[in-house]
C-alpha cells in the first residue's frame, strides 16, 4: 500500500501564487509516474499535470506557462508550483501516483489516491 499525503492548499487572491506537495510512504517501490488532478464543485477531475520515470512534465494547456510540476523520486515526492492564479483554478487538487509490479510481460499496476487539498482563488 501506498499513502500520499498532500499540503499546501489555501486561499490566495487573482494573480497570486500557491505551492502543492505531495509526499508518498509505504510501500512505493515501483512508483513510475506522479501527477496533480483537480476537481472543481461540479465538474469531473481533470488531470492538470503529470511526469513520468522519464522526467517530462506534462500540462493541460489552460495551465501551460503557469504550472511547473516538479518530482524527486529518492524522496517520492511530486510538487505543484502554481502562478498567476485564476479564479477558474479554483478547486479540490488531488495528487495520484501510479504504480507498477510484475514481470515486463504480464505487468500489473495501480493508481493510489491523496486525500485532496482546497485551492481557493479570489476575484
Known amino acids: 500500500q501506498v499513502q500520499l499525503v498532500e499540503s499546501g492548499g489555501g486561499l490566495v487572491q487573482t494573480g497570486g501564487s500557491l505551492r502543492l506537495s505531495c509526499a508518498a510512504s509505504?510501500?512505493?517501490?515501483?512508483?513510475?509516474?506522479m501527477a496533480w488532478y483537480r476537481q472543481a464543485p461540479g465538474k469531473e477531475r481533470e488531470l492538470v499535470a503529470s511526469?513520468?520515470?522519464?522526467?517530462?512534465?506534462n500540462y493541460i494547456d489552460p495551465v501551460k506557462g503557469r504550472f511547473t510540476i516538479t518530482r524527486d523520486v529518492a524522496k517520492n515526492t511530486v510538487d505543484l508550483q502554481m502562478n498567476n492564479l485564476k479564479p477558474e483554478d479554483t478547486a479540490v487538487y488531488y495528487c495520484?501516483?501510479?504504480?507498477?509490479?510484475?514481470?515486463?510481460?504480464?505487468?500489473?499496476?495501480?493508481?493510489?489516491w491523496g486525500q485532496g487539498t482546497q485551492v481557493t482563488v479570489s476575484s
Open positions: 509505504g510501500r512505493t517501490r515501483g512508483i513510475d509516474a
Open positions: 495520484k501516483a501510479h504504480q507498477s509490479w510484475g514481470p515486463v510481460e504480464r505487468q500489473y499496476s495501480r493508481d493510489y
Open positions: 511526469m513520468g520515470s522519464d522526467y517530462v512534465p
